[in-house]
């Protein structure tokens, strides 16, 4: 049985999702090499992720701010005008192009959860 554990927000252990990031992440649960495993990730004000993809699917609930998604297919890029704010869910498949914006004035923070490996591969 494990032991109730609560930390506040502030008290978090957020990195940098990757050198030089400006995104960064806090681990909550599971093996983010294996998966699956939770974070709580949050965007800086204005930042436009670059295209990209994770090998697993990840589900995510918006906690803070606004955002826009962004896919791309096999032969046109496709954005979004919508912009979503808190509550919102994301299912994002594994190894689907895509790219968030932060579309609002602060910073945003969201729930992933990801069925296996927490990681971020770089489109070409």
Same mark, same amino acid.
């Given at each position: 049985?494990? /032991?109730? &554990?609560?930390?506040?927000?502030?008290?978090?252990?957020?990195?940098?999702?990757?050198? %030089?990031?400006?995104? /960064?992440?806090?681990?909550?649960?599971?093996?983010?090499?294996?998966?699956? *495993?939770?974070?709580?990730?949050?965007?800086?004000?204005?930042?436009? /992720?670059?295209?990209?993809?994770? &090998?697993?699917?990840?589900?995510?609930?918006?906690?803070?701010?606004?955002?826009?998604?962004? &896919?791309?297919?096999?032969?046109?890029?496709?954005?979004?005008? %919508?912009?979503?704010?808190?509550?919102?869910?994301?299912?994002?498949?594994?190894?689907?192009?895509?790219? /968030?914006?932060? *579309?609002?004035?602060?910073?945003?923070?969201?729930?992933?959860?990801? %069925?296996?490996?927490?990681?971020?591969?770089?489109?070409?």
């Amino acid at each position: 049985m494990t /032991e109730k &554990s609560i930390t506040a927000y502030e008290d978090l252990p957020f990195a940098p999702l990757a050198e %030089d990031s400006p995104v /960064e992440i806090a681990m909550l649960w599971g093996n983010p090499v294996t998966g699956p *495993a939770a974070v709580l990730v949050r965007f800086p004000e204005g930042y436009a /992720e670059p295209w990209h993809s994770h &090998s697993t699917t990840y589900h995510s609930v918006l906690i803070k701010g606004e955002f826009k998604t962004r &896919s791309k297919d096999d032969n046109n890029d496709i954005t979004s005008t %919508d912009v979503y704010g808190p509550g919102a869910y994301l299912l994002q498949p594994g190894g689907a192009v895509h790219a /968030e914006v932060n *579309a609002g004035q602060d910073e945003l923070v969201a729930f992933v959860y990801f %069925d296996g490996p927490v990681d971020f591969v770089l489109d070409e």
